[in-house]
């Protein structure tokens, strides 16, 4: 449009001249953002809750989790790929456990439309369906590609698919924990609900973008939500998140920032049954950061019944389900390759008050089954009507992770080891390794300060060298007085001017 400058009268000008060199200097405006999700979710909490409409034929909802996976998204259907862009998109077809479509748009600038599935974007591969069952149907979810590893092949960078979990990937990673956008009362009575994102909006990329964004909308029967997501692929990949949460109805227990693992056996809890596998899992342990400076480290276990565990504190700088055990020799299976799966390490933005990282561990039979969670409680429950604001990063770690800069656990084995008259006590060895021990002085003396609660008596610690790694190493004998309850104890290194090492904080469940 041209604009005759002499015919703009007086007071007009300087106003539209502003608006026009602003325009010419800024990029064109985006016709989507995160207050439009809010508003939505803002509005469905003011109605009541309709759960999705379900649209699944017989015939996908037959199929096998085998059968399920040999459906395809075609490679030269990926969105954006046709326009050499750095991200790629490509979306997984509705199964079994997606029998409910996922809606998703694209944002382009002032333009936000709808992408649309078919049929003919899938490879359906062995599986015999009929075709006019396929019609209509939608996305169950959708993954990020972009080149992580190398630059002639855009790997797999993020997922979401189910309910309001997604995983990311960090370079020389594979698939391993889960997050969730909320879990809400896991591991109370009543039983847990499962929110879901039910719309996706995702902007266009830039041709040299480093990053992407994504919006989501959050349902479920007492809570709706906007998110958020900026994925920043990386050695470690980040995921930012932004949320803004509004209740139908009073939480028992939300948990904030969720995550989702899988702790079958490891060193400290050997298999149940005869496997070749000296440990299998998707994380090891439980990090936590205080305000107060101090790391925790918590080994996981699969416990005989439920166990949940929290450590309160405010305003807590991280906490994160890891994967410390980074060898193959650990693992020895060369299809799941545990070594290679990521921690996902949580960072508060701002201030998240008082509250406690809970930590719930489920009985599992089997590797199949996510039997972990790790979550945020605040302590002052969100209030109905009101709401409740949160951000955070997500780090998805492969070698090099969060934790403290002194030491830090590195193994915790179980056994009784040599004794010449065995008995019932429970020995644990405790290896620390870190810049605090490397650096000591060959004759230094380390002391082990460890304690247990009231159904435990601590019979001996001794802390030596590890000539092996360079590190520490503490053997600590106990009794417990009752095997139906559990033994908490805690513990770290330190010498006569200051602490060593992270706190080592062990459960023992009970028989």
């Not at 750095?86 to 809606?103: K, M």
């Not at 056994?415 to 060895?429: F, M, T």
Request: neutral net charge; glycine residues 6%.
């Amino acid at each position: 449009m041209l604009f005759n400058l002499r015919k703009i009268a007086g007071s007009t000008w300087p106003a539209l001249l502003g608006c026009w060199l602003l325009a010419l200097a800024c990029p064109a405006a985006i016709a989507f953002g995160f207050n439009d999700v809010a508003n939505q979710a803002k509005r469905l909490a003011a109605s009541p809750y309709q759960a999705p409409e379900k649209n699944l034929p017989k015939g996908l909802a037959r199929l096998s989790y085998d059968q399920y996976r040999d459906i395809r998204f075609k490679p030269r259907h990926f969105h954006w790929q046709r326009d050499g862009l750095p991200f790629e998109l490509a979306f997984f077809h509705q199964g079994p456990l997606y029998d409910s479509p996922v809606a998703l748009h694209e944002i382009d600038g002032k333009r936000v439309r709808p992408i649309t599935y078919s049929p003919a974007q899938f490879d359906y591969g062995k599986n015999r369906l009929d075709p006019a069952d396929l019609e209509g149907l939608g996305f169950a979810g959708f993954r990020v590609h972009y080149p992580l590893n190398t630059a002639q092949y855009k790997d797999e960078a993020l997922v979401f698919l189910g309910a309001s979990y997604f995983r990311a990937l960090g370079k020389g990673q594979l698939y391993g924990l889960s997050a969730r956008a909320l879990a809400i009362d896991t591991a109370v009575p009543s039983g847990e609900e499962f929110p879901r994102f039910i719309k996706f909006w995702i902007e266009r990329p830039r041709p040299h973008a480093r990053e992407l964004t994504i919006y989501a909308l959050l349902d479920s029967p007492r809570a709706s939500g906007a998110y958020r997501f900026v994925l920043k692929p990386d050695e470690s990949t980040a995921v930012d998140v932004k949320a803004r949460l509004y209740l139908r109805d009073v939480l028992a227990k939300p948990g904030f920032a969720p995550l989702t693992s899988m702790y079958l056996f490891g060193e400290n809890q050997p298999a149940a049954s005869n496997d070749y596998r000296p440990e299998v899992h998707d994380s090891d342990g439980l990090a936590i950061h205080a305000a107060s400076g101090e790391w925790i480290w918590r080994p996981l276990v699969n416990p005989k019944r439920l166990l949940v565990t929290s450590f309160a504190l405010s305003d807590p700088r991280g906490f994160g389900l890891m994967q410390r055990d980074r060898q193959f020799a650990s693992y020895q299976d060369l299809e799941a390759r545990y070594e290679m799966r990521p921690g996902a390490w949580i960072e508060p933005k701002g201030k998240w008050g008082a509250g406690r990282v809970e930590l719930v561990q489920i009985p599992t039979p089997d590797e199949t089954n996510d039997n972990v969670v790790a979550f945020w409680v605040p302590q002052a429950a969100p209030a109905v009507g009101k709401p409740v604001d949160l951000e955070y990063s997500i780090l998805w770690q492969g070698q090099q992770q969060a934790r403290s800069p002194l030491a830090w656990v590195t193994q915790t084995r179980r056994g009784h080891g040599y004794l010449p008259k065995p008995d019932d006590s429970i020995a644990l060895s405790i290896d620390f390794e870190g810049p605090a021990l490397q650096s000591l002085a060959a004759d230094a003396r380390v002391n082990p300060n460890f304690a247990a609660d009231a159904n435990a008596r601590i019979l001996s610690q001794q802390a030596y060298r590890n000539a092996v790694t360079g590190g520490w190493r503490v053997a600590l004998r106990f009794h417990r007085d009752d095997d139906k309850k559990p033994v908490e104890i805690r513990g770290h290194l330190r010498n006569d001017q200051q602490t060593l090492s992270e706190t080592w904080s062990y459960i023992l469940p009970a028989e």
